[in-house]
């Protein structure tokens, strides 16, 4: 395959510094070589312009839930209102629509400058829990949805047995069952093998919940994800509800919980984890636990804000999510992790924005199993995130504080190109699928007249 250059007028570079004129080569999906010093661009060389970032990692999401956004905003309520809407949502979609759907929110992410998404995939089966002809279609239709949009995907197929302690599913929850923990790992290790060798998809676990598998269960999802070198993730402590059920249940907090029974350590990503002791911090960073941080999602949930610098100080990578999508915007999400902290503290200057940018790069890449993925060096997955520098938000930059400028004032609006893997999905701000709008707009009507009939 031809080699392609790409000349960056900036570009962020290791260990993180913005560097200015930089040539990019790229061959298939990997980058071969990085000059810098290079002041315009090379013949045949394609132009970025501002400042050029590695890929974005989106590593908590729930792609359907897009179809909330809006929706959800008018009543007051808890969470567990919210999740009321969210599984009308649910009990519309098949495996086509849940493509058309997805295909489209995956290329909003794209359009944000994602080119990895961490997909926490639990609706399984057709309405009642029947399985489809084939079990794993949905996950099927989820990994093609990823590649149409130009994105890799971490496929982290869901284990979803009970509606609570001792409580068995009901209602739309029987969509997201395999009856019990064998029949999901059989289901998982089908699909696994279906998706061998793709280098562009990964297919994780995920105890969607200490509500949801029971204790005793829990080292079935823990095994699949050693036997294959694979990630798991876990929703945890999201709500104090989840605490309190869990500690009349087990006597213990879900992370002891997950401890206890084998699922912590560094494949595994805690997601939330907004309510945490002392303890269950302790566990989680001496573990190498990794912490996901969805602020925008907790924030519109009314969930809390969690410890996230007291996780990280304390040996727990931190890495980003959009998980509702009631915004999809990396830059948006990591800004808040350092305004939440100053609103809980009543402090600034909790986080650099450099290490905000590594948790929407490299560690969200590491946390799905793409090691070695978002950051700028010869190897590495070719993915190159260009943001305007010239925008009515980022206008009038200080070259000193380009990092500063892009995590606290730009937003998904200013990324205007993206080669994700090698393939050049946005280009002046247009995605390759088309008007993705449009696109959003089609699949979300399809879903408001399914659950209209
Ligand atoms: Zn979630």
Do not use: K
């Amino acid at each position: 395959m031809r080699e392609l250059t790409y000349w960056c007028e900036l570009a962020w570079l290791p260990p993180g510094r913005a560097v200015a004129g930089v040539l990019v080569a790229v061959r298939d999906t990997v980058i071969t070589r990085i000059d810098t010093g290079v002041p315009s661009p090379p013949r045949g060389a394609v132009r970025l312009a501002g400042l050029t970032l590695p890929g974005l990692a989106n590593a908590h999401s729930h792609a359907f839930h897009r179809a909330l956004r809006g929706v959800t905003q008018r009543e007051r309520g808890t969470f567990w209102t919210w999740r009321e809407r969210m599984y009308a949502v649910a009990g519309t979609l098949d495996p086509d629509s849940y493509l058309t759907l997805a295909r489209a929110v995956f290329a909003e992410m794209a359009l944000a400058g994602i080119t990895c998404v961490g997909e926490f995939h639990y609706l399984h089966h057709a309405p009642g829990g029947r399985p489809y002809d084939d079990p794993n279609v949905m996950g099927h239709a989820l990994i093609q949805a990823a590649r149409e949009a130009g994105l890799r995907i971490a496929l982290l197929d869901a284990c979803y047995l009970t509606g609570g302690a001792g409580v068995p599913l009901s209602g739309v929850q029987l969509r997201f069952g395999d009856g019990d923990a064998d029949r999901w790992a059989a289901r998982v290790e089908e699909l696994t093998s279906r998706h061998r060798g793709e280098r562009d998809v990964e297919i994780g676990v995920a105890v969607h919940s200490v509500r949801a598998v029971p204790a005793d269960r829990i080292h079935v999802v823990a095994d699949v994800s050693r036997r294959h070198a694979v990630p798991l993730h876990a929703h945890v402590s999201e709500q104090r509800a989840e605490n309190t059920a869990c500690e009349e249940a087990y006597g213990m907090s879900p992370v002891r919980l997950l401890e206890t029974h084998g699922a912590l350590g560094p494949r595994t990503t805690a997601v939330h984890a907004t309510h945490l002791s002392e303890a269950d911090i302790a566990l989680l960073a001496g573990s190498g636990t990794r912490v996901c941080m969805c602020p925008t999602t907790e924030r519109d949930l009314a969930d809390g804000i969690g410890p996230a610098r007291t996780l990280f100080d304390a040996g727990s990578p931190i890495t980003l999510g959009s998980d509702s999508h009631a915004v999809v915007d990396l830059f948006e999400e990591a800004r808040a992790v350092e305004l939440n902290e100053r609103l809980a503290s009543e402090r600034r200057g909790h986080w650099p924005a450099a290490e905000l940018l590594h948790a929407a790069t490299a560690a969200g890449h590491d946390s799905l199993g793409f090691p070695g993925a978002g950051v700028l060096v010869p190897g590495a997955w070719a993915d190159l995130v260009s943001v305007r520098l010239d925008s009515p938000r980022t206008a009038g930059a200080d070259p000193g504080h380009l990092a500063e400028t892009v995590v606290f004032a730009a937003t998904a609006a200013d990324v205007h190109s993206v080669v994700s893997g090698g393939r050049h999905v946005v280009s002046d701000g247009r995605h390759v699928l088309g008007d993705v709008g449009a696109l959003l707009a089609e699949a979300i009507a399809t879903t408001r007249q399914e659950s209209a009939s």
